[in-house]
């Protein structure tokens, strides 16, 4: 058995968060209303108004942070604490002065803040006065919020990402974040796809700031990626296959980083007549504002098939799986089926540590930029014993299993800089509350019961701080 390579010494290992997801204090020190202060969450669940309290316990949540050795800490932006409106004349100062006050705090323990600029939420004005991300209007404000932060925090922050899973805002749409289509869901293909080349053009034009800055920092997207399997070796289903990994994957991190659409996809864009407006000088704007690193969000894998019947999918496309997967005849639409060879964990994900290998070869060969995992985890029920304690076994089986990947890849060549997994505390998730857990360090709420908010330790956090020790050569 050869040796296998180490992490680079200064590999960034740490964990995620976003603003909405912990922060609470919604409406307070000036913050606007964001599309996440409206979405209606299921009976029972709790909404992000309070969340895990962050915004009053930053300082003891990143002190945590620091006895567990973070190298990074990959946080979120919230755009309406520093701008209200979304587009307001000037600056909210003391929106300004609470990143301040967290980035001062992570750089106290030597720790590098991640800082994604909108990671979900969205300012409700903007989406009132012209539609959001509907309207190209939103490039001018998205610039000029990332303008605000790059100056105002150049200095301190040497890592930003751009969007949060722009992919899941366009795969899942209205059903899965409340930013993108708040209020009527989209129901023209044409509109999403618009949509989803605004977002570039935006992003692109961004990072060209960025870079004319000469802020000496990086900046990449963080979308959400997913080895996709063929579910037999059926040469349709291995077609299709590629066909929704150019909808899922490629379309968004080709855009960005080499400036064009996916070639088979695009022809398919065209067939369905839902190829998206595109300006003169568009092109050129992809062309000149590129990434310096990828960082990706890994959670699971996804397994396809070919539909029989094509004609007849074709009429039942809906917002979660069938969007498109075609190219040229027969078969063109994609059905996702379970892989019986991938376990699950207690809440029903799939485990799939070699998945998040196979997606770093892949990212690595197809775009030869440095990587950074910014999420990976398992939300899991957890129990607060009487004496304080938290027996999380599972959590740390699940990120073993990843780390271990992560070094096999590097040693295969990949260029990978860090690790970030979902995540540092207890936050409230997407659709499911806050007892659906992620955290190294538990938040003492329930769905309903705000309780103490303390913060304990779990076992993870013990378990993690020794692998930040050991460099990742510890993961017992
Ligand atoms: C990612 C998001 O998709 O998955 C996070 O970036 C989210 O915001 C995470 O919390 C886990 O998903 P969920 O639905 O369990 O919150």
């Given at each position: ?43 029972g ?8 309290d962050?915004y ?47 980035f ?55 890592y930003?990402?751009?969007m ?6 366009i ?84 855009l ?88 699950l ?17 892949e ?32 959590r ?18 990949v ?37 103490d ?24």
């Open positions: 058995m050869p040796l296998l390579k180490e992490f680079p010494h200064d590999f960034l290992w740490g964990a995620s968060t976003s603003a909405h997801q912990v922060e609470g204090a919604w409406n307070e020190d000036g913050r606007g209303l964001s599309t996440v202060d409206l979405k209606k969450m299921p009976e669940i709790t909404d992000y108004k309070i969340a895990s962050h009053h316990h930053y300082k003891e949540d990143i002190a945590l942070m620091g006895e567990m050795g973070f190298k990074a800490y990959r946080c979120s932006i919230s755009w309406t604490r520093i701008y209200p409106n979304g587009n307001d004349e000037k600056p909210n100062e003391k929106g300004l002065a609470f990143y301040d006050h967290v001062d705090e992570c750089l106290k323990y030597g720790i590098e803040p991640i800082v994604t600029i909108n990671h979900f939420d969205f300012p409700i004005h903007l989406i009132e006065e012209y539609g959001g991300w509907q309207s190209r209007r939103v490039i001018d404000d998205y610039v000029r919020y990332c303008q605000t932060l790059f100056e105002h925090y150049g200095k301190k922050v040497h930003w990402l751009t949060n899973e722009q992919s899941m805002m795969v899942y749409g209205q059903s899965r974040v409340a930013s993108l289509f708040y209020g009527e869901p989209i129901k023209s293909r044409k509109k999403v796809m618009d949509v989803n080349h605004i977002m570039c053009i935006a992003q692109a034009k961004v990072m060209k700031m960025y870079h004319d800055m000469n802020l000496g920092g990086k900046i990449g997207p963080a979308p959400n990626i997913v080895p996709v399997y063929a579910a037999s070796n059926k040469p349709e289903d291995v077609l299709v296959t590629m066909n929704y990994n150019e909808f899922r994957n490629t379309l968004y991190l080709d960005l980083v080499k400036g064009k659409y996916p070639k088979a996809l695009w022809s398919y864009l065209e067939d369905c007549h839902w190829t998206p407006d595109i300006y003169e000088g568009d092109m050129e704007i992809l062309a000149n504002g590129k990434p310096d690193i990828i960082a990706f969000n890994y959670y699971f894998s996804e397994c396809t098939q070919a539909y029989q019947d094509e004609e007849e999918k074709v009429e039942e496309f809906n917002d979660n799986v069938t969007f498109m997967a075609q190219s040229g005849n027969k078969p063109r639409i994609a059905q996702q089926v379970a892989n019986k060879n991938i376990q964990t207690t809440s029903g994900m799939g485990i799939d540590p070699i998945g998040l290998r196979i997606v770093l070869r990212l690595s060969d197809r775009y030869e930029l440095p990587l950074i995992i910014t999420e990976n985890g398992c939300g899991v029920k957890d129990v607060l014993e009487a004496d304080g304690t938290i027996h999380d076994t599972y740390i089986d699940y990120l073993k299993k990843h780390i271990e990947q992560l070094r096999l890849a590097i040693h295969e060549g260029d990978l800089i860090g690790y970030c997994p979902w995540s540092a505390i207890d936050l409230v998730s997407t659709g499911e509350g806050i007892e659906k857990r992620y955290g190294f360090i538990y938040v003492n709420r329930s769905e309903t019961d705000l309780k908010m303390k913060r304990y330790r779990k076992d993870s956090f013990y378990w993690y701080k020794n692998v930040i020790a050991t460099h990742g050569k510890c993961l017992d």
